[in-house]
């Protein structure tokens, strides 16, 4: 098994590239090799071109799997779909994931089955809620977000409450790794020599440095999306249950510790409003994936669900 996951914002030629240079060969471990693309919607024009020819004719023995949110041409290009096979899946249930925690981490099951409710099935999310303070003391802020929309300035101040955690959140999961790969790198190109050559190799070592920070920037972008939308996805399971409860719908709530302030907001709005504001996170979500200035985005939204 071979895993792609895109560090960045995108999957870039060059990383793909490889990857059919690898599945050109034969399995050495057994009689398959699968090649795994994690987001493959992320694919660049040229890096889909790239594993385009690949696919057409694969090597005996290997097999692609590409993941991606659907099969809208937004997500994956007609050329290689019409060249897949389509598997879909099916979103586990929260019982499925709490039995993951409780198996594979040891997560007592009443924190694991409240972890899986609150992830909406994704078992990474649910692990990081069940062993991770920090984690739920930001899906926490980002549930107090709607007591906190009492008019215009506050819903500026929690825009920017809401995109400062974000950045904060991707600057501690990135730091740590960004200094190690720049230690490496001026390690392995001489840093501190002073022999002969020493300057001619520093001149040449300042293009891979330049790259590495390009590539590091992009990675650091990319998890700030990504904690930007994981908070969006908590919202929206709040005026999901909001919804629910507005509906009388015989659902189970997604943030079952917010199950009461849901129910008081069904009290205060219609079943249209909580609709609205649902689906004006969700317009956020698409929005900052069409490249719309975080920002931007959120506080338009934060405005949308004020109003209702």
């Known amino acids: 098994m071979r895993f792609v996951v895109p560090e960045g914002l995108t999957v870039g030629v060059n990383e793909m590239r490889s990857l059919v240079l690898r599945a050109a060969g034969k399995p050495t471990q057994g009689r398959w090799q699968v090649l795994l693309v994690e987001d493959a919607d992320r694919l660049t024009e040229a890096a889909g071109n790239a594993l385009l020819k690949a696919i057409e004719e694969p090597a005996p023995r290997t097999v692609f799997l590409l993941c991606t949110p659907s099969t809208h041409p937004d997500d994956i290009s007609v050329t290689i779909r019409s060249r897949c096979r389509t598997v879909t899946l099916r979103q586990p249930s929260a019982e499925a994931v709490a039995s993951v925690l409780v198996d594979r981490d040891g997560i007592p099951h009443e924190d694991a089955l409240w972890a899986a409710a609150a992830a909406q099935g994704h078992v990474g999310r649910a692990r990081r809620l069940a062993r991770d303070p920090q984690a739920r003391a ?34 501690a999961a990135v730091v740590e790794l960004d200094a190690k790969e720049k230690g490496e790198l001026s390690t392995a190109l001489g840093a501190g020599g002073t022999g002969r050559g020493a300057a001619g190799a520093a001149r040449g070592a300042t293009a891979a440095l330049k790259d590495l920070e390009r590539r590091q920037k992009s990675r650091a972008t990319r998890a700030q999306r990504d904690a930007l939308d994981r908070a969006l996805v908590d919202l929206a399971g709040f005026y999901r249950d909001v919804l629910a409860k507005s509906l009388g719908a015989p659902v189970a709530p997604v943030h079952v510790d917010a199950a009461d302030t849901a129910t008081q907001a069904a009290g205060r709005w219609t079943a249209e409003s909580a609709l609205r504001r649902l689906s004006a996170v969700l317009a956020c979500r698409d929005a900052i994936e069409l490249n719309v200035k975080p920002r931007i985005a959120v506080e338009a939204m934060m405005l949308a669900l004020w109003r209702g």
């Open 138 to 171: 930001r899906r926490d802020a980002v549930l107090a977000v709607p007591r906190r929309l009492t008019g215009i300035g506050a819903c500026f101040d929690a825009a920017s409450a809401l995109i400062e955690a974000a950045e904060a959140e991707a600057v």
